[in-house]
């Protein structure tokens, strides 16, 4: 881990912050249409462990986090809510009632698995620098999801966003794949990414996150200049190994405690 740190409007930076995405949480919740497992309980759980912040995904089709999630954990959170919604109306006006610290914007598509790509900042600069106005004119700080490209990172600055979130998608499937060379392109497309904002406006955020693992964390969180990394279906997915045990021993004391 490097030692040199990070200057921000946010305070000086050692390492990379953790934010993670409890979407998954939802996921399974909403698969039986029951009421647990709980996203708040969880995002409560990941602050008392460290996290820096907790992403939740509003999707348009509602597949995960619902409405009442939002609004529940935005009242309870004690670190930051990272708000990732599509830019349209209908979100706008929640995200303006929640008012979360962040809402980041990313692209949507109803029939993909998840975000496949980044937003297309360039292509769409007059919708967002108007959106992206009116949230921040609600107090909100606001970010958005691109590749890791020089054309949308210096698009995101003209729009005046607070930060960007660079989408490592790629690099992750490159790794999944077993291509390390193309893995190592995706790895110094981020990098050249993250210097190019620096350069560009080095009062920017830059975060990064999608597809991040325990295996190809590292290289992400070592590049200067990464303010935060949000990460969820990795993490979660963790998790159910770490308390599988647990959960088959509570299982069978709810099985055989005295009556
Ligand atoms: C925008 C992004 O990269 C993640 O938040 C991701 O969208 C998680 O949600 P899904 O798994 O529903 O795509
Ligand atoms: N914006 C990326 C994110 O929140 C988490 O993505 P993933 O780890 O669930 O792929």
Same mark, same amino acid.
């Given at each position: 881990?490097? =030692?040199?740190s !990070?200057?921000?409007?946010?305070?000086?930076? %050692? &390492?990379?912050?953790?934010?993670?995405?409890?979407?998954?949480?939802? =996921?399974?919740?909403? $698969?039986? *249409?029951?009421?647990?497992?709980?996203?708040? #309980?969880?995002?409560?759980?990941? @602050?008392?462990?460290?996290?820096?912040?907790?992403?939740?995904?509003?999707?348009?089709?509602r597949?995960?986090?619902?409405? $009442?999630?939002?609004?529940?954990?935005?009242? %309870?959170?004690t670190?930051?809510?990272?708000?990732?919604?599509?830019? =349209?109306? @209908?979100?706008?006006?929640?995200?303006? /009632?929640?008012?979360?610290?962040?809402?980041?914007?990313?692209?949507? &598509?109803? #029939? /993909?698995?998840?975000? /496949?790509? *980044?937003?297309?900042?360039?292509? %769409?600069?007059?919708?967002?620098?108007?959106?992206?106005?009116?949230?921040?004119?609600?107090?909100i700080?606001?970010? !958005?999801?691109?590749?890791?490209?020089?054309?949308?990172?210096?698009?995101?600055?003209e729009?005046?966003?607070?930060?960007?979130?660079l989408?490592?998608?790629?690099?992750?499937?490159?790794?999944?794949?077993?291509?390390? *060379?193309? %893995?190592?392109? @995706? !790895?110094?497309?981020? &990098?050249?990414?993250?210097?190019?904002?620096?350069?560009?406006?080095?009062?920017?955020?830059?975060?990064?996150?999608?597809?991040?693992?325990?295996?190809?964390?590292?290289?992400?969180?070592?590049?200067e200049?990464?303010? @935060?990394?949000?990460?969820?279906?990795?993490?979660?997915?963790? #998790?159910?190994?770490?308390?599988? /045990?647990?959960?088959?021993v509570?299982?069978?004391?709810?099985?055989?405690?005295?009556?």
């Open positions: 881990m490097t =030692t040199s !990070l200057s921000t409007a946010h305070g000086t930076l %050692q &390492k990379p912050l953790l934010g993670v995405n409890i979407d998954h949480v939802a =996921t399974l919740r909403q $698969a039986r *249409g029951v009421n647990y497992p709980s996203p708040l #309980a969880a995002a409560l759980l990941c @602050e008392k462990a460290g996290a820096d912040g907790i992403t939740i995904h509003l999707r348009e089709d597949r995960h986090i619902q409405d $009442a999630d939002v609004y529940e954990i935005a009242e %309870q959170l670190t930051r809510m990272n708000l990732e919604i599509a830019a =349209t109306e @209908e979100m706008l006006k929640i995200a303006s /009632e929640v008012k979360p610290y962040w809402v980041c914007l990313v692209p949507e &598509k109803r #029939a /993909e698995l998840t975000t /496949e790509g *980044g937003l297309d900042v360039a292509g %769409q600069l007059a919708w967002l620098t108007d959106y992206i106005g009116k949230l921040q004119a609600a107090g700080k606001v970010s !958005l999801f691109i590749d890791p490209d020089d054309k949308q990172v210096a698009a995101a600055i729009c005046g966003t607070d930060a960007i979130e989408h490592t998608g790629a690099y992750a499937e490159a790794g999944l794949a077993g291509d390390t *060379g193309a %893995q190592q392109n @995706e !790895l110094a497309r981020i &990098k050249a990414a993250v210097a190019t904002a620096q350069r560009l406006n080095n009062q920017l955020l830059v975060n990064a996150g999608h597809g991040l693992t325990r295996d190809n964390v590292h290289a992400i969180a070592q590049i200049g990464i303010y @935060e990394l949000n990460i969820g279906h990795a993490l979660i997915a963790d #998790a159910v190994f770490a308390g599988l /045990e647990q959960a088959v509570m299982m069978k004391d709810a099985m055989y405690k005295e009556s």
